[in-house]
């Protein structure tokens, strides 16, 4: 696992290409580490997640797995840096090339954009292992709903990216050619929001399925009084008084 910070990015790099980025235990260990890390960075307002080499990741490594150098301690542990991902106020870009499989898959859908090269594969093959796909049965009907993750989670059959991208499971799909360029412009269009707006519509996005509405709609308004009282929105409006005062659209509200 390899991290490397330049004022707000932070890139992570999952890096055993040699089993194409098959986490086992060491690698857990070092996902949670890096996971702390970033927490403790407040600088840091985007995380960029890619695969060295030729994949994303291909999920738990199965020669550990099969010898019981993994066990559920391990699974535990990747969970809970997922978890932590989720909760994060800071932004988790999953950059996918390749095979994206198993606890790769579920790595990527705990970020909060996926984008896709055309010759990503993507699956959760738990079943076919006597496995279940961690709190993946949680999440997936979440995103792609009830249908497609029942047969996603319980056929165990990979899916290609253009079909991901019909399901819901990837935001975009992109030619293999052009990715590396569009997941910097992608990085880009993150990096250009308020940073207040953008930590509290994710905090509340992680929670739309689990608050009763009022409960949900008092915690919206408390984080939307933080945004009018931020400088971030105050530098807004002075942006958009001088593009009125120049002449120019007045654009629209959010």
């Known amino acids: ?39 403790e960075r407040p600088e840091v307002r985007v995380v960029v997640l890619t695969g060295a080499g030729r994949a994303f990741s291909t999920g738990v490594d199965l020669k550990a797995l099969a010898s019981g150098a993994f ?44 984008l896709a090269s055309d010759d990503a594969l993507l699956g959760l093959p738990a079943v076919k292992e006597c496995l279940i796909p961690s709190m993946s049965l949680y999440r997936l009907p979440r995103l792609v709903g009830l249908a497609r993750a029942k047969e996603l989670c319980l056929l165990g059959e990979p899916i290609p990216a253009r079909e991901a991208e019909r399901y819901g499971l990837v935001n975009r799909v992109v030619p293999a050619a052009d990715f590396p360029p569009q997941l910097e412009a992608t990085l880009e269009r993150f990096l250009a929001l308020p940073p207040a707006s953008v930590r509290a519509s994710k905090r509340l996005l992680t929670r739309a399925f689990d608050l009763e509405f009022d409960a949900f709609r008092k915690e919206m308004e408390t ?9 971030e929105h105050r530098r807004a409006m002075d942006a958009i008084r001088a593009r009125m005062t120049r002449g120019g659209p007045e654009g629209v509200s959010g």
């Open 223 to 231: 984080l939307f009084a933080d945004c009018l009282a931020s400088g």
């Open 71 to 114: 066990g559920l301690g391990d699974f535990v542990a990747w969970e809970d840096a997922m978890t932590a991902m989720e909760r994060m106020d800071k932004l988790f870009i999953a950059g996918i090339r390749g095979h994206c499989l198993g606890g790769g898959l579920q790595l990527a859908l705990v970020c909060d954009y996926r």
């Open 1 to 39: 696992m390899r991290l490397a910070v330049a004022g707000p990015v932070a890139r992570v790099t999952l890096d055993r290409p040699a089993v194409l980025n098959a986490g086992d235990a060491r690698w857990v260990r070092d996902l949670n580490r890096v996971v702390g890390e970033l927490a």
